[in-house]
């Protein structure tokens, strides 16, 4: 899948849910690779960080974030409704330390994105893959998450209060298309009870019946519920009647608003997501500090390894390598070709022990030499840029440059090796540079900046 940013900027003003002040926050398209990206125009120099969970500061009634003066709250809508429609790339322009809660849900960041239009750029999707279940667990408020491998990105949340109205609740998300209709309008909710200790802390100055879903379910004086009422602009109500204080926009509405928090709140992890998520209690503490240790995780690993099902069909298989390749036995290191786009290129090769090297490189203790992972990677690269050529014969690639080699593991008998190569900068007179990755399972074992030149032959 390719990045996409929104085809047009849009514009929204409204109240910041804890501040209570008018705040106008501006959209805008940007470049590949560029994230989303939070810039307060108000502060001198208007700095501007992406959305990462690196920069988490606080999640009492909401995300913030905060890097120095730069301080943004309330951006976990923002982010769902942006990561659910396919947004990747976008620029937020604020001229204050907090986005407008409009409605209190995603609803109207959705329509904006639905209304302007995506753009597709050249540059491919950055995917954490999920491969083996890794699971949070904060014991202190009783919130688990999990994350489990599955092909596409699911979300299931259960959230459970000691609450007459609000007990238990479930919701799930089967695909990011259902987001729209199923998550989009669910809105922020609170208790009566936590109000006024919310006005004490100086939050919720913006909170009102349009913005969130009020749940009243301890009953109070009158006079002190019609008190509560004046504070917040808001109609006096019977006191004796417990329940929600207004129409709610689906029965699991709360849970479904957990789900859409949490998707916003995963977000700052920096990839998109491949994988199933299951959220017991989920919070924004919880949600943060598990994209805190996911972050760690894809900084582990630095580049994902391509995903490899060796009964999957390959898109090129060695018939088809050999009509686009010179390269022939003993030197030719491409089996075949399990991915391709336009930029992008995933080759596998086998190595058996009967390689004809492995007798002198080295005697009992056989290594693929390095210089032969880097032909391995050239020839894979070879295979993108001339795949598509209408008469691929009549060209070949050589070897201009060699950057950053690595080598972080040895290559023996019987690994199979992913080759992963990337181009990097548009082909301009038959220059292309292209950044190569061997895998062998979940580790690389090498790694280069390689630049090559396709040259037609006499």
Sequence with gaps: MKQHTIADSFTFTGKGLHTGLNLTARFLPAKENFGVRICRVDLEGKPCYEALADYVSETSRGTV????????????????????????????????????????????????????????????????????????????????????????????????????VLGNQYASLSALSDYVQDIASARTFCFVREVEPLLKLGLVKGGDLQNAVVIYDQIMSQSDFDALADRLGQPHQDANRLGYLCQLNYDNEPARHKLLDLIGDLSLLGYRIQGKVIATRPGHTSNTAFCRQLRKEVTRTEVLPPVYNEAQKPVLDTKDILNLLPHRYPMLFVDKVIEMTDNLIVGVKNFTTNEPFFTGHFPGEPIVPGVLLLEAMAQAGGLLVLHNKPDVGHYSTYFLKINNAKFRQKVVPGDTLLLRLEITEPIRRGIVTMQGYCFVGERIAAEAELTAQIVKNK
């Excluded at 942006?82 to 907090?98: F, H, I």
């Design 65 to 164: 974030l905060e890097r120095g003066e730069w301080k943004v709250s309330t951006v976990e809508h923002m982010l769902s409704a942006l990561y659910a429609m396919g947004v990747d790339n976008c620029l937020v322009e604020v001229d204050g330390p907090e986005i407008p809660i409009l409605d209190g849900s995603a609803k109207y960041f959705v329509e904006a994105v639905q209304r302007v239009g995506l753009q597709e750029q050249n540059a491919g999707q950055k995917v954490f893959v999920v491969r083996h279940k890794m699971e949070f667990t904060n014991p202190d408020t009783g919130s688990k998450i999990e994350l489990l491998p599955d092909d596409e990105y699911s979300l299931d949340v259960l959230i459970g209060f000691n609450s007459p």
